[in-house]
């Protein structure tokens, strides 16, 4: 009894700990982490040679004017203004300190030449390009090992120009893995505000073994149908915070990720501390995700005050055999989700591998994961949460979800499997895994009884604090 109690108070305890993120509802914000700067220093691209004509190639001028940023060194960093017109470019590296601030009307348009991409080398923890093995493009912007970089402005334009990528992943004619459109790897002090970004040949903002990263005031757009056009990407990174953006692309609006099997478990670099909160957005694939490449580790993601429209899935945490890697204390709150394939989805069986070299006895662990407050209009399918059988998933904790159907004969039912954790006001009713115990035998059913009474514990101190 006298552990029972223990193990009571110190659920109730790290419940508590753990929903203090929740304070409060629609103003609150983690942008502070990284203050805009004001740079006295102030140049133009036009300085460089640039020509907003939207046939003239600038990469020349945009490396030029980056190189004067890099090398001067004004004290307070130095601010490249980009006015009104369309700048045809290549891919080029951003350099610390800086500012890039598109002004209205002005268009930061990629070349849909592959020639003016170059080749740079796969990321070590995914061991190869995510799509081809060997190298794969540059990122349309791109840094790495920076600190202090802002890319803000009137809500000019980025321009992948992706649909001749997306051409050639359909034809199976890509040599290398696509481009992102912006990558920044091994930096800090990162700020990306007030930008439009459209048409990414693969992933539009991919944040890499960064930390301390404000991505707010974005909208992301891509066609529907266009292949892997993620909105924001978090990957082994943490203090990101994602905030008050439009996203409607071709695959998840936001995904967390952190390395892909072998490669991603030797490198050992989870994303942690991620909020993401007010997003809007559509895409026939998932609104929040976590994964499927966690093989680094995925903890302590909070994502509230969601809308979603035309989902695929609403929320989705992915995995698979080979990753190995820890997903826990995921709390997903405040979500509205209209016209949705599926509404919640927690599964074990997602995603590729690198190579055939993976350890299928590398499993995930996944734990502590709360998802709150949901409510589902025209959601087809409730939910699906189907965890491995020598790895079971625990600690699930769903209160207060609300998924409702289409009219007529209701098909919005729970599947579950290799899952325990617990359920507080759920419609429809959810799976008996997370709502009665296993009777397989006497000692069982009371352990598992007990083990139940702490997960709903839990879940009712959750909604308290959420209240």
Not at 110 to 134: C, H, K, M, N
Not at 304 to 321: A, C, D, R
Request: overall charge neutral; some cysteine; glycine content about 10%.
């Amino acid at each position: 009894m006298n552990h029972w109690v223990g193990s009571i108070f110190l659920c109730i305890i790290s419940t508590l700990l753990l929903t203090s993120w929740l304070v409060a509802a629609e103003g609150e914000t983690c942008s502070g982490i990284v203050p805009m700067q004001y740079r006295n220093d102030k140049i133009s691209i036009l300085d460089f040679g640039g020509v907003g004509d939207g046939r003239t190639l600038n990469t020349k001028a945009f490396k030029e004017a980056i190189f004067r940023i890099q090398h001067l060194k004004r004290k307070g960093g130095t601010l490249l203004y980009i006015p009104a017109g369309v700048y045809l470019t290549g891919p080029f590296d951003l350099t610390s300190r800086m500012t890039l601030y598109l002004a209205r009307g002005a268009v930061i348009k990629a070349t849909q030449d592959p020639s003016q991409w170059p080749l740079v080398d796969p990321l070590p923890s995914y061991g190869r390009g995510r799509e081809r093995p060997g190298a794969r493009y540059m990122s349309l912007l791109h840094g790495d090992g920076l600190h202090d970089v802002i890319i803000t402005g009137e809500n000019g334009t980025i321009d992948g120009q992706g649909d001749v990528w997306w051409n050639m992943w359909r034809q199976r004619t890509l040599q290398f893995t696509r481009p992102h459109l912006v990558e920044l790897m091994n930096s800090r002090g990162i700020l990306i505000s007030n930008v439009i970004f459209k048409n990414s040949p693969f992933w539009n903002i991919h944040p890499v073994y960064c930390s301390n990263v404000v991505i707010r005031y974005v909208t992301i757009l891509a066609p529907a149908d266009s292949p892997n056009t993620d909105g924001i990407d978090p990957d082994s990174s943490s203090n990101v915070c994602i905030e008050d953006s439009y996203i409607s692309v071709g695959d998840d609006l936001v995904a967390v990720k952190s390395g892909w099997d072998q490669y991603g478990i030797a490198y050992g670099r989870p994303s942690h501390g991620i909020t993401i909160r007010r997003i809007t957005g559509s895409s026939p694939f998932a609104g929040i995700a976590v994964g499927s490449e966690t093989s680094g580790g995925v903890v302590d993601v909070l994502a509230e005050h969601i809308s979603l429209f035309n989902m695929g899935v609403g929320i989705h945490i992915k995995t698979n055999i080979g990753r190995g890697g820890m997903i826990r204390n995921i709390t997903v709150s405040n979500v509205y989700i209209e016209n949705a394939r599926t509404g919640i989805k927690i599964a074990g069986d997602v995603g590729d591998h690198p190579d055939e070299n993976f350890n299928p006895n590398a499993l995930p662990v996944v734990k502590g994961i709360k998802i709150k407050d949901v409510w589902g209009e025209k959601v087809l399918q409730a939910g699906l949460i189907h965890g491995l059988k020598n790895s079971p998933f625990s600690g699930i904790c769903l209160s207060n979800i609300n998924l409702h159907g289409n009219p007529g004969p209701r098909n919005s039912i729970w599947k579950c499997s290799d899952v325990s954790g617990a359920a507080i006001q759920v419609s429809p009713f959810p799976c008996a895994e997370l709502t009665s115990s296993q009777k397989t035998g006497l000692q069982e059913i009371h352990v598992q009884s007990h083990h139940h009474h702490l997960q709903k514990v839990v879940c009712m101190m959750e909604m308290m604090v959420v209240a």
